[in-house]
């Protein structure tokens, strides 16, 4: 006989002390989440994050210095809309430096951008990258490659995607000023070249993207250090 039937009694099995027969199970709650409750709740989460940062993020850092390392952080829908529609039109060979999970090298295909490459350490993310390509229907046709974005030659490339942390913006620009073309556009995202003037800008706040024209950028520089004192 279940509790709350008709015939049952306290004290048989089932009851409990305070508990009134018809009343439901569930009304009685379950027990209260305490202190400890609490401090385990916490400890299992901050095991689940270290797991995913150990597990998913942290391969592709392990050899590349401290000062250059970039926690991924997806591109919104937005940033990828206004980086690309400031490429709109180009053509030539498209990179992203710092690829993740593949989003901007897939759009950029899509637009009409080709070859469309990223550049990416972390294992994770390049597969991640691969299977994004494989349902856009572009497996074969846009390509990610595991290699420091320090060491890649950029002489081929027209067009440039850029979604790095402001403290790695400096020694890139140096990169970039040795190595691409003058008719090579650069698209940073979230943050800017903090020496450059963009030739354009896009969108507001975290939305906001910025190109830069490598034959003004170049011309700037040499005006500048033209008229520094020596």
């Not at 529609?85 to 009409?112: C, F």
């Not at 349902?135 to 046709?141: D, M, P, Q, S």
């Not at 490659?145 to 030659?153: Q, Y």
Request: charged share 20%; with cysteine; glycine share 12%.
């Amino acid at each position: 006989m279940e509790p709350g039937e008709p015939g049952w009694e306290p004290g048989e099995p089932g009851w409990e002390p305070g508990w009134e027969p018809g009343e439901p199970g569930w009304a009685r709650g379950g027990p209260a989440l305490g202190g400890r409750g609490l401090l385990a709740l916490a400890v299992a989460s901050g095991a689940a994050a270290w797991a995913t940062w150990a597990l998913v993020l942290m391969p592709g850092f392990r050899r590349v210095p401290l000062r250059l390392q970039v926690p991924y952080q997806p591109s919104s829908p937005r940033q990828v809309a206004n980086a690309l529609a400031l490429l709109r039109g180009r053509a030539g060979k498209t990179v992203d430096l710092g690829s993740g999970d593949g989003r901007l090298v897939v759009e950029a295909y899509k637009q009409g951008l080709r070859p469309a490459l990223g550049y990416e350490l972390n294992p994770w993310l390049l597969c991640l990258a691969n299977y994004r390509a494989w349902r856009a229907g572009y497996h074969g046709k846009v390509s990610f490659l595991k290699e420091d974005l320090w060491k890649v030659d950029l002489s081929d490339c027209n067009n440039v995607i850029v979604f790095l942390a402001p403290s790695v913006k400096p020694p890139l620009a140096t990169k970039l000023l040795a190595e691409l073309p003058d008719g090579a556009r650069v698209v940073s995202g979230r943050f800017p070249f903090p020496s450059w003037t963009p030739s354009s800008t896009l969108g507001q706040g975290l939305e906001q993207v910025w190109a830069y024209d490598m034959k003004e950028v170049r011309r700037a520089a040499q005006s500048s250090a033209q008229g520094s004192p020596v």
